[in-house]
């Protein structure tokens, strides 16, 4: 499959702890109100930054507002710096990589060419090192071995880690990624969320949108939690995952307790049996 290039420049690489993007007092309306009522976040290069919150809170449009692919209302979203409307289509593309919770395929293209798309935004680059880094994207999240069959035919789970190798792929230094586990078993859960913490540890600036709490604990370096469209707590796990605001947030009592062996807080609703 032929790719279309862009001729953009790449961006610098960012240094471990640089703001590499960030929403400030940023409003987002849909129907009339406000999805988003003045959130204030940042990303960090080195770091997993994971979202969570009730369903509503407005996390997936933060990550939307903070690829530039939600209009912002109120407030200032900026990627390295700049506006992040300030980028061109192709200036955006090599700075964030986006993965939708909704990973749909129109044609039917093959694994390889669905991974391929991550390398589009990339001018002047050898096809050898194109092929090279599909191919290391695809070992990453296991997908290798079916490479050659139609995206469409895979299961939920399957194309879910099809769509995250093609935004390893693209290797921009902003990962951007709305719900990556949901589709997925327990082992590829945990790889997912590994791969994250590799990127993080790499430099990369890695913002993931998750509903589990308890992953959430294992993987973050810091979690921001929305409620009703503002930021409730923002912080590390072990500070800011604290029953009494859990439980309010959730509108739900919530257990939070370490984990016996590493010691990391485990979540879930407080039951009686």
């Not at 409003?27 to 109100?33: E, F, K, P, S, W």
């Not at 039917?108 to 290391?136: K, N, Q």
Request: net charge negative; with cysteine.
């Amino acid at each position: 499959m032929r790719l279309l290039r862009s001729r953009s420049a790449p961006p610098r690489v960012p240094g471990v702890g640089e703001v590499v993007a960030e929403a400030e007092g940023v409003h987002v309306g849909l129907g009339g109100g406000w999805v988003l009522g003045g959130v204030d976040v940042v990303a960090r290069a080195g770091e997993v930054l994971v979202l969570v919150g009730p369903n509503g809170a407005g996390k997936s449009t933060l990550l939307a507002a903070l690829a530039g692919d939600v209009a912002v209302g109120r407030g200032v979203v900026r990627v390295f710096g700049r506006e992040v409307s300030a980028w061109s289509a192709g200036e955006l593309a090599l700075r964030r990589a986006v993965l939708p919770q909704a990973a749909g395929v129109s044609f039917p293209f093959s694994v390889e060419d669905v991974v391929r798309m991550g390398r589009a935004p990339y001018a002047g680059v050898d096809p050898g090192e194109d092929d090279g880094i599909v191919a290391e994207a695809m070992a990453a999240t296991e997908v290798t071995p079916f490479a050659g069959r139609a995206f469409s035919a895979l299961s939920g789970g399957e194309q879910a880690r099809v769509a995250l190798a093609r935004v390893l792929a693209q290797r921009a230094p902003l990962l951007l990624l709305d719900e990556p586990t949901a589709a997925l078993d327990l082992k590829h859960q945990e790889l997912v969320l590994r791969l994250c913490r590799d990127r993080a540890h790499a430099g990369d600036a890695v913002v993931v949108v998750l509903h589990d709490l308890s992953l959430a604990a294992a993987y973050a370096h810091r979690v921001a939690i929305l409620c009703a469209g503002r930021v409730a707590a923002d912080g590390p796990p072990a500070e800011v995952f604290e029953e009494r605001l859990l439980s309010e947030v959730y509108d739900q009592p919530v257990d939070v307790f370490p984990h016996p062996r590493t010691g990391v807080a485990v979540v879930g609703p407080k039951r009686l049996t």
